[in-house]
């Protein structure tokens, strides 16, 4: 299992890419807020998406739209990937979650952590 203290950096780097993602989009639309591990999006019409850190499992958790992805870190590639069988990489779920529940078009980080 990974270190806790790189653990830590990864994803304070990870949220830190989140936010700047989302910088430019339309605050009427989405509006992001991070406190501490947890960065919650709400969309104009209420609903919302949160991503979180899970110490314990040294993932990252995010839930929208009544669906749940756990991301691992993978080295190889230097992304958050989920562990279901998609693999689908954090930054692109975002983008996804973004334009499906908000209507905004976000590009994917080329931050990685």
């Known amino acids: 299992m990974m270190d806790e203290s790189v653990y830590a950096k990864l994803v304070d780097r990870t949220l830190r890419d989140v936010e700047a993602m989302f910088e430019d989009a339309s605050s009427e639309k989405i509006d992001l807020e991070r406190s501490g591990d947890v960065v919650t999006f709400t969309f104009g019409d209420g609903r919302r998406a949160v991503l979180n850190a899970q110490r314990p499992t040294r993932q990252l958790w995010l839930a929208a739209n009544a669906r749940a992805w756990h991301f691992d870190w993978d080295d190889a590639t230097r992304q958050w990937r989920a562990d279901k ?29």
């Open 85 to 113: 069988a998609e693999a689908v990489e954090l930054f692109t779920q975002l983008a996804t979650i973004a334009l499906e529940l908000g209507g905004v078009s976000v590009e994917p980080s080329e931050r990685r952590g």
